[in-house]
């Protein structure tokens, strides 16, 4: 169990119901960015894996974490070409790159631990919204395969919460964290809705 207070894990804006109606609506266009969306978190735990490899657990963790965004990468491709899409090229994500510029590059114990959080942030706003489109979707085989993955992120976002209770003090992740959510929150906002993850 999380030593962090579990109400600062909670994200401070909800995502409108238009988001998954936009979703529904363009759903191919959907499933290539959950699919490059896979395959960049898992880009991003080897990423951590080779920045801070004297981390033990925050490798073996990693590694695992790799591995079954990977997966999960593996079975949205499945599912794109059983309808005959195939993967097209990658798109930056504005939601993503925002969030990179509030992390603190000039302190390493800082860029550690707001590393940990935005981590764990993404994959919380991930479990929400893949949690949408499982309730909404009309397909009742990908309903079930969104609630998975949904089931899935949330592992992850308290993986996160987790690793930076490993390395750091326990106020200090509560009061960045705190911050973190004040921005995404301002983020998500700010960003038009369109059909992709974020």
Same mark, same amino acid.
């Given at each position: 169990?999380?030593?962090?207070?579990?109400?600062? $894990?909670?994200? @401070?804006?909800?995502?409108?119901?238009?988001?998954?109606?936009?979703? +529904? =609506?363009?759903?191919?266009?959907? $499933?290539?960015?959950?699919? &490059?969306?896979?395959?960049?978190?898992?880009?991003?735990? +080897? =990423?951590?894996?080779?920045?801070?490899?004297?981390? =033990?657990?925050?490798? @073996?963790?990693?590694?695992?974490?790799?591995? #079954?965004?990977?997966?999960?990468?593996? #079975?949205?491709?499945?599912?794109? &070409?059983? @309808?005959?899409?195939? $993967?097209?090229?990658?798109?930056?994500?504005?939601?993503?790159? &925002?969030?990179?510029?509030?992390?603190?590059?000039?302190?390493?114990?800082?860029?550690?631990?707001?590393?940990?959080?935005?981590?764990?942030?993404?994959?919380?706003?991930?479990?929400?919204?893949?949690?949408?489109?499982?309730?909404?979707?009309?397909?009742?085989?990908?309903?079930?395969?969104?609630?998975?993955?949904?089931?899935? #992120?949330?592992?992850?976002?308290?993986?996160?919460?987790?690793?930076?209770? @490993?390395?750091?003090?326990?106020?200090?992740?509560?009061?960045?964290?705190? #911050?973190?959510?004040?921005?995404?929150?301002?983020?998500?906002? =700010? $960003?038009?809705?369109?059909?992709?993850?974020?």
């Amino acid at each position: 169990m999380s030593k962090i207070d579990p109400e600062l $894990l909670h994200l @401070r804006v909800k995502t409108p119901p238009q988001w998954t109606q936009t979703v +529904l =609506s363009e759903f191919h266009v959907f $499933l290539n960015d959950h699919a &490059q969306a896979e395959k960049k978190a898992s880009g991003m735990a +080897l =990423s951590m894996v080779s920045h801070y490899p004297d981390r =033990s657990e925050l490798v @073996r963790k990693m590694i695992d974490l790799s591995i #079954e965004e990977l997966a999960h990468f593996r #079975e949205v491709i499945k599912l794109m &070409q059983a @309808r005959g899409l195939q $993967l097209s090229n990658d798109e930056k994500d504005p939601y993503v790159n &925002q969030i990179r510029q509030h992390i603190n590059k000039s302190d390493s114990e800082m860029y550690l631990l707001d590393r940990l959080l935005t981590g764990a942030i993404i994959e919380a706003r991930g479990c929400e919204r893949f949690g949408l489109i499982g309730a909404a979707h009309p397909e009742l085989e990908l309903g079930r395969f969104y609630q998975l993955i949904a089931e899935s #992120e949330a592992k992850h976002h308290l993986l996160f919460i987790k690793l930076a209770e @490993r390395y750091i003090d326990c106020k200090k992740i509560e009061t960045r964290l705190d #911050e973190w959510l004040d921005v995404e929150a301002s983020i998500i906002q =700010s $960003l038009p809705l369109r059909p992709a993850l974020h």
